[in-house]
C-alpha cells in the first residue's frame, strides 16, 4: 500500500484519524458517568444497591467507583442514612451551568442593583434538585444573622421562596423537589399516613391560589426567627418561572407589607428582568 509522507494512506486522511482519536475514551470514566446519570435522573439521594442496579454494575463494582468519585467531590455520602447524593464539585459544576443561562445572566445585575436600593440582601433561586436553590446571594447593607449562601437549599413550606415555587414552577418539577426533600434528614413527608404534611397533589396545589392571585409571597419570622423575606417569580415569554427574586432582612427592618416599598421594588425589578429576558429572545 502507497503511504504519504505522513506515513498514512492516501484513503486515510487527517480529518478521519482526527475523528477517530476523538472517539477514544477511558471507560471506566464513563462507568462512573453511568452513576453520576442516576443520581441526576432520580434527582434524590440513592443507596449503594439502587445505584449499582441503575448502573449495571454490582454493588462491589459501585463502591469502588463511588469511592473514587467521592474524593474528587462529583458525590457525597451521608453518614446517617449512607445514601449517595451529588457532592460539592457536582454543585459547583451545575452553577457553572446556570451562570451560563440567559434569564441568570440577565437577572444577576438587577439582584445586585436592587440590594443596593433597598438595603437588603437579594437571593436568585432556581430549581435545583433538593429544592429551591441559592444561586447567587447579594448582600445588603443591614447586617443579617442567618446562614445563607450560595448553594442553600430552600424548604418548599417554610420559605416564602419555596412557596413560590409551588404556586408558580411546573408542578411535577416541584412534585421531585418535594420527595427529595422529604428523604433528607428531617424532611417532611409527601405521604399523609404520616400525620405531618398533605400528600403533593392537585388539593396540595390549590393552597397556594392566594400567592398566585398576589404574585409576591412573605416570610416572617420563618424559617429562622428575627428573618423574615418577599420573594417574586421571574418569568420567560412563555410565562413559564425560571427563578424567584428574594429579598431578606431582620424582622423589623425589612417591610414586608404587600404593597411596602420592598414589595413595590421587588415587584418593578421582576418586571424588568421579564422584560429584558423576553427582549433579548
Not at 464513563?30 to 452513576?35: D, Q, S
Not at 464539585?89 to 444577576?108: D, N, T, W
Not at 445585575?109 to 437571593?123: D, E, W
Not at 411596602?260 to 423576553?278: F, N, P, S
Amino acid at each position: 500500500m502507497v503511504k504519504s509522507a505522513s506515513g498514512e494512506s492516501p484513503g486515510h486522511t487527517t480529518a478521519d484519524a482526527s475523528v477517530e482519536r476523538k472517539q477514544r475514551g477511558i471507560q471506566s470514566v464513563e462507568v462512573g458517568g453511568r452513576l453520576l446519570q442516576a443520581l441526576a435522573r432520580h434527582r434524590v439521594p440513592l443507596g449503594l444497591t439502587e445505584l449499582a442496579g441503575e448502573a449495571q454494575l454490582s454493588s462491589a463494582q459501585a463502591h469502588t467507583y463511588l469511592v473514587s468519585l467521592t474524593r474528587l467531590g462529583l458525590v457525597k455520602r451521608d453518614a446517617l442514612t449512607g445514601n449517595y447524593e451529588p457532592g460539592p464539585l457536582s454543585l459547583r459544576l451545575g452553577l457553572m451551568h446556570i451562570e451560563q443561562q440567559p434569564v441568570y445572566r440577565i437577572a444577576a445585575p438587577y439582584a445586585a442593583a436592587l440590594a443596593q436600593q433597598v438595603g437588603f440582601s437579594v437571593a436568585i433561586c432556581v430549581a435545583g434538585a433538593q429544592g429551591p436553590t441559592i444561586v447567587r446571594y447579594e448582600r445588603g447593607g443591614f447586617p443579617l444573622h442567618v446562614n445563607l449562601h450560595i448553594g442553600t437549599v430552600m424548604s418548599l413550606e417554610a420559605t416564602s421562596t419555596g412557596r413560590i415555587f409551588c404556586a408558580f414552577y411546573a408542578h411535577e418539577q416541584v412534585r421531585q423537589m418535594a420527595r427529595s426533600q422529604a428523604l433528607a434528614p428531617g424532611g417532611w413527608s409527601t405521604d399523609d399516613s404520616a400525620g405531618k404534611r398533605p400528600v403533593i397533589d392537585a388539593q396540595w396545589f390549590k393552597r397556594f391560589d392566594a400567592i398566585r392571585a398576589r404574585g409576591i409571597e412573605r416570610g416572617v419570622d420563618a424559617p429562622s426567627p428575627g428573618v423574615s423575606s418577599l420573594s417574586v417569580p421571574v418569568f420567560d415569554a412563555q410565562q413559564r418561572m425560571q427563578l424567584a427574586l428574594t429579598a431578606i432582612g431582620s424582622s423589623g427592618s425589612i417591610d414586608v407589607g404587600w404593597n411596602g416599598d420592598v414589595a413595590r421594588q421587588l415587584i418593578e425589578t421582576t418586571r424588568q428582568v421579564t422584560e429584558a429576558l423576553v427582549t433579548s429572545n
